[in-house]
């Protein structure tokens, strides 16, 4: 590992302690200030997010950016993975810069929405000061200084809360992204954290300028045509039993669809769209022939809880994590692990799930059909 930068010193005593510290006595400070403290002293940042990044991940980099530049300081804007097609429009979105390596110097790295280092795939993290700010319900401590809310409906809603209390303008272009984060984060605002509150902060931005219908054409009616060819291989593929329903893409399917990693965002709501089903499964293979898992639910089936089983993580509404293939085997994992979920649902048990409703159409739903690949 390389040598912290010895800058960083001048922070600790204003900071709760890091991992491999002892704690801090006394009531934990409040971490919005001792945030705003970090950001006040230093002079440059690091803002990273998790990498393939989503809506609330890209807008929530890009307006914490404009809040550190406001506040007279150099801010790097840096993701592992290239920013979904969708969101480019967003503003300054080519401030965000694609790397696999940082160097600084940083007097912090501030990370969204990451359960550690690693999942940024960035190298280099290690050397720098680390801020955690998360609302996922699998977010823990684990930065030198961690801010974590699981009811804020984004983290966007997190970097709002710290530009007001910073005293920042909250611009057109801040508003803009803000109100992006709460709009993808929320499935339109369908799930999640989805109270009052969050219809006043929607208020609140767009008095400051954002427009939500056309964030919403660009969110939502901007697809590629390789993401309606991947959804139509992948809803070939639905599998339904009870409340359970499921679909998959291979490589094949992708190949054939000219689809990239970001085409996959949403299909699994399709499967979730289905009147009676509760959860919802979406397989996606890899090249490496790793199975990327996306959960869905309706509110009642935690599937956070159910990714953090499997080593992975997320919200209760929406969560992934990744599984060995081949394909086959990681539907059947994955299955068994929900069916105990969803049929305690309506009390059922996991047995029952493996009968077809006799009102829907048998071949429809066949729960014992292996995934395939249909020939050329």
Known sequence: MDEVDPRLARFSAAIPAGPHQDPPAGPPPDPVAAILKVLREGERFLVCSHSRPDGDAVASVLA????????????????????????????????????????????AAILLECDGLGRTRLRGLDRFFAINIDHHATGHAWANLNWIDRDAASVGELIYRLIKAAGAQVTPEIAT????????????????????????????????????????????????????????????NLQRQGRLSWLWVTQIDIARSCASEEDCEGIANFALSIAGVEAAVFLRELPDRHIRISLRSKGKVNVSAIAAQLGGGGHQNAAGCTLDGPLARAVDQILAVLRPHVAAVAGESAADLKTVPKSEPAGSFDSSAAPRVKPG
């Open 177 to 236: 992204c803000i109100y992006t984060t709460v709009l993808t984060d929320t499935g339109g605002f369908c799930y999640g954290p989805t109270r009052a509150a969050t219809f006043g902060l929607a208020k609140e931005l767009v008095e400051a300028g954002a427009n939500p219908i056309l964030i919403a054409q660009n969110v939502y009616f901007s697809m590629a045509t390789s993401k309606l060819l991947l959804l139509g291989a992948a809803l070939r």
């Open 64 to 107: 914490l950016g404009m809040l550190i530049r406001q506040m007279g300081k150099r801010a790097d804007l840096v993701t592992a993975d290239s920013i979904p097609a969708v969101y480019r429009s967003l503003p300054e979105a080519d401030s965000i810069r694609t790397a696999l390596q940082v160097h600084g110097p940083y007097d």
